[in-house]
């Protein structure tokens, strides 16, 4: 499965953005995906997945709830990441990962995904 991200950019404090996660699986909709972020200097982390098929199990960290929303149209193949009320601690590297194997309780669990996209910057200012 070749992942892409796409729709990083830089914005203000209080801004959105929306990431994409494209596959070139015709069958992207049988693997959850998740999404990741690297600050500079630090590990990276889970930000939120969402399971697969409807995708009506998402999970998110504790940093982004109520901020940031998942969402997957599999007609499109797409996994989205709309992030509002960004702020200066969200500025990172973004990226999509994909796995066909994950259970709903470990959506967070980095280890459990096997496929990766090449990742997209995040600029927030303050």
């Known amino acids: 499965v070749q992942l892409q991200a796409s729709g990083g950019g830089s914005v203000q404090a209080g801004g959105s953005l929306r990431l994409s996660c494209s596959a070139s699986?015709?069958?992207?909709?049988?693997?959850?995906v998740g999404w990741f972020r690297r600050a500079p200097g630090k590990e990276r982390e889970f930000v939120a997945a969402?399971?697969?098929?409807?995708?009506?199990?998402?999970a998110y960290a504790d940093s982004v709830k109520g901020r940031f929303t998942v969402s997957r149209d599999n007609a499109k193949n797409t996994v989205y990441l709309q992030m509002n009320s960004l702020k200066p601690e969200d500025t990172a590297v973004y990226y999509c990962?994909?796995?066909?194997?994950?259970?709903?309780?470990?959506?967070?669990?980095?280890?459990?995904?096997?496929?990766w996209g090449q990742g997209t910057q995040v600029t927030v200012s303050s």
């Open positions: 990962a994909a796995g066909a194997r994950i259970i709903v309780s470990s959506l967070y669990l980095i280890d459990g995904y096997d496929y």
């Open positions: 699986e015709r069958s992207f909709s049988s693997y959850a």
């Open positions: 969402i399971h697969r098929w409807s995708g009506s199990s998402t």
